[in-house]
């Protein structure tokens, strides 16, 4: 009964496209750098005001998936060079996120004194967390080979909380009164590695890895 379900089958065009969207992403261009400053910069300000909107826009606007899910795919490929470069993305940003998000809090308190002393909390979930990295990570998979769900990948920010806990845990670290660092910094990396579980189950039942191959 086609009008309860139409079965799609995976063109070759589609993995085309998707390898090209993943090695296209995983260039640490000025964009990825302003993308990464700017999320850095909204998270910060969005945990300082309690501001869930504004964490919302660090979410959509941080490129954080991208690395992430080069990682996973350069796992399944057994591509060195990529997996090396993804990963050093994704220490830069870290590292940015770290150093902007802790002086920045810093430089809030310090001088503006506007913002009240409360932040959102941040207390990691172990099986939450992983469960719905792993199911965003295997959508956002999905959907580099799918347009059509390709258009989740917004959702997916959202849903993975990537750049917050982050940036958090920078603020944790520069400010040692509290566990911040710690809790905040096990949210990031559980998401991490769930995106990374889900997606590399995706792309090894697309087949990405063989057209990858080919193409090479």
Same mark, same amino acid.
């Given at each position: ?17 998707? #390898? ?18 700017? *999320? ?20 959509? #606007? *941080? =490129? ?12 399944? @490929? ?45 207390? =990691? ?8 990295? #792993? ?11 799918? @347009? ?11 849903? #993975?909380?990537?750049?917050? =806990? ?19 910094? @096990? ?30």
């Amino acid at each position: 009964m086609s009008f309860l379900f139409q079965p799609h089958s995976y063109s070759k065009q589609n993995k085309q496209q998707a #390898v090209s969207m993943l090695l296209e992403n995983t260039i640490p261009d000025r964009d990825f750098y302003l993308l990464i400053i700017g *999320a850095i910069i909204l998270a910060a300000s969005g945990i300082l005001l309690d501001s869930i909107p504004v964490l919302i826009a660090s979410m959509i #606007v *941080a =490129p954080l998936a991208w690395p992430i899910l080069s990682m996973s795919f350069a796992m399944v @490929t057994y591509d060195r060079t990529l997996f090396l470069r993804a990963l050093c993305m994704l220490f830069i940003a870290v590292v940015f996120a770290i150093m902007i998000g802790g002086l920045f809090s810093i430089f809030v308190k310090s001088y503006i004194g506007a913002v009240e002393n409360t932040l959102i909390s941040f207390f =990691p979930n172990t099986f939450f967390d992983i469960f719905i990295a #792993v199911v965003s990570g295997a959508i956002a998979a999905y959907g580099l080979v799918r @347009t059509k769900v390709g258009s989740a990948m917004t959702g997916i920010g959202i849903a #993975v909380s990537l750049m917050p =806990p982050l940036v958090a845990t920078g603020m944790g670290l520069f400010d040692l009164s509290n566990d911040l660092a710690v809790r905040a910094g @096990t949210i990031f990396l559980l998401n991490v590695l769930g995106i990374f579980l889900g997606s590399t189950c995706s792309f090894l039942a697309l087949g990405l890895h063989k057209e990858y191959q080919n193409t090479k």
